[in-house]
């Protein structure tokens, strides 16, 4: 049987077309702040034979992301704990200075029910990208370093340049799967992460259920 190119695995499985580049498109390597090898061989079969869920970033500008090393660890937990993986449709920074600091009244698990201003036009941002959901970089939140709180039919979430290595996927999975906090220091969703122990964190079948049956997940 015949190999698959990678175009065409791009194409049929990502929606990716030519231009094709393999570091962003195929690889999922948007910044080099985590410099590792990487297998194309290892990527291409996760992409053909794993669930997945797709991802834009949105760095306002002045935020200091970590944005490979976020992408790698949500990856580590994703595919150990719950045999699916994140893939990153796309990175764009934007220039809105009133966002850096942001103005949010609460941080409830899911949808926020009387969102300010400042997150509507936040969770705006990215929506043309090919993803139902989007991460957004901030300099500052109100009271956490990071927030799964989105307005209506806008499902996202922010972290700011306090986050730990693992609020990034933390703050994605109680997205995915509306996964509460709890006790256990040793699991993803356990707050706050900078105290997680045992790195990478756990996640439970029941927390990797909920993620898995999110409607975000597809596979190819």
């Given at each position: 049987?015949?190999?698959?190119?990678?175009?065409?695995?791009?194409?049929?499985?990502?929606?990716?077309?030519?231009?094709?580049?393999?570091?962003?498109?195929?690889?999922?390597?948007?910044?080099?702040?985590?410099?590792?090898?990487r297998s194309l061989k290892e990527r291409l079969d996760l992409i053909e034979n794993k669930s997945?869920?797709?991802?834009?970033?949105?760095?306002?500008?002045?935020?200091?992301?970590?944005?490979?090393?976020?992408?790698?660890?949500?990856?580590?937990?994703?595919?150990?704990?719950?045999?699916?993986?994140?893939?990153?449709?796309?990175?764009?920074?934007?220039?809105?200075?009133?966002?850096?600091?942001?103005?949010?009244?609460?941080?409830?698990?899911?949808?926020?029910?009387?969102?300010?201003?400042?997150?509507?036009?936040?969770?705006?941002?990215?929506?043309?990208?090919?993803?139902?959901?989007?991460?957004?970089?901030?300099?500052?939140?109100?009271?956490?370093?990071?927030?799964?709180?989105?307005?209506?039919?806008?499902?996202?979430?922010?972290?700011?340049?306090?986050?730990?290595?693992?609020?990034?996927?933390?703050?994605?999975?109680?997205?995915?799967?509306?996964?509460?906090?709890?006790?256990?220091?040793?699991?993803?969703?356990?707050?706050?992460?900078?105290?997680?122990?045992?790195?990478?964190?756990?996640?439970?079948?029941?927390?990797?259920?909920?993620?898995?049956?999110?409607?975000?997940?597809?596979?190819?």
């Amino acid at each position: 049987m015949a190999t698959k190119s990678v175009k065409t695995i791009a194409a049929d499985c990502l929606d990716k077309s030519t231009p094709l580049s393999v570091r962003q498109d195929v690889l999922g390597v948007y910044a080099n702040d985590n410099p590792q090898t990487r297998s194309l061989k290892e990527r291409l079969d996760l992409i053909e034979n794993k669930s997945f869920v797709r991802l834009a970033l949105v760095t306002i500008q002045g935020a200091l992301p970590t944005l490979q090393r976020d992408l790698d660890n949500t990856n580590t937990v994703l595919q150990g704990e719950c045999d699916t993986w994140l893939y990153p449709v796309g990175s764009i920074t934007v220039n809105s200075p009133n966002l850096l600091i942001l103005n949010q009244n609460s941080c409830p698990l899911g949808e926020q029910s009387n969102p300010t201003a400042e997150e509507d036009q936040l969770f705006d941002l990215g929506r043309g990208m090919g993803a139902d959901l989007v991460a957004y970089y901030i300099q500052d939140g109100p009271s956490a370093v990071g927030c799964s709180a989105y307005p209506a039919g806008r499902r996202g979430f922010w972290v700011d340049n306090g986050a730990s290595p693992w609020t990034f996927p933390h703050e994605l999975v109680h997205v995915m799967g509306l996964n509460p906090h709890v006790s256990d220091s040793d699991n993803l969703m356990s707050t706050p992460t900078a105290s997680i122990t045992n790195p990478p964190p756990d996640l439970t079948i029941s927390q990797c259920g909920n993620v898995v049956a999110d409607p975000a997940i597809e596979s190819c």
